[in-house]
């Protein structure tokens, strides 16, 4: 579904990604993880096309180097910041609609408004009361919800867990494994390890601007070497 070649991305004349290569299959999750700075966040990035990509980045067949954000995410690809990027002002039923592409009606693609608050009891609750009251891990759920209602086809989700209570990290996982559940790809940014290791089916360890290693949790777990040079403070 996602194929990364050889991506390279700048900041200034600082080279963050240096000849990026991974993938993501259908229904797939695959998290990228690696120690802050190395440029996980910056490959998301580089993707949506909000930082200028150099390399070959293809969705569906097609590449997407080149376009323009709005663009990638209408052909499919939804993208979570770290940020928790809310509007505060607006209720959480009105930040929920304000995720549907142009033209999309509320109910027609893959999830409904009714699912996320399947998925996430606490977003009906809160359905309409503004999202400035909602505690941390509200707004990360909404945010992610948000995302899933333009439907996309796979979505990338950066450091979803960073800053939440250990219950509220659980149902983030859950939460995730409930979207690849539906045939939605993931691409997950985490610092943490547990997380990473318990809802993905591959692992990409990043070091340096590029992956330094490839292969499935429990591959990882037995290589101690890795995570002592790329993962262990």
């Known amino acids: ?88 002002g607006m209720t959480t039923r009105q930040n929920l609609l304000l995720g549907l592409k142009p033209g999309q009606k509320e109910g027609t693609g893959r999830w ?17 009361v503004e999202a400035s009251v909602l505690s941390g891990g509200e707004k990360q759920m909404l945010t992610i919800c948000r995302t899933l209602m333009g439907d996309p086809s796979l979505i990338m989700i950066d450091e979803p867990t960073e800053g939440l209570a250990p219950k509220i990290v659980q149902q983030v996982g859950e939460l995730l494994e409930q979207i690849a559940a539906r045939g939605v790809s993931i691409l997950l940014v985490e610092q943490k390890l547990t997380i990473a290791l318990k809802v993905s089916s591959r692992v990409y360890v990043m070091g340096h601007g590029h992956i330094v290693f490839d292969g499935s949790p429990q591959a990882l777990q037995d290589n101690a070497d890795i995570r002592k040079e790329w993962l262990e403070v």
């Open 112 to 128: 409904s408004m009714e699912d996320m608050f399947g998925l996430f009891s606490n977003l009906r609750e809160r359905a309409d």
């Open 1 to 88: 579904m996602l194929v990364v070649n050889d991506l390279h991305a700048y900041y200034g004349k600082s080279h963050i990604l240096q000849g990026v290569n991974l993938t993501v299959g259908e229904g797939e999750i695959v998290a990228l993880i690696g120690r802050n700075g190395v440029g996980r966040s910056t490959t998301c990035k580089a993707i949506m096309g909000e930082v200028e990509p150099h390399g070959s980045v293809q969705f569906q067949g097609q590449e997407i180097v080149g376009r323009k954000s709005y663009e990638i995410a209408q052909a499919g690809i939804g993208y979570v910041p770290e940020n928790r990027d809310i509007f505060p």
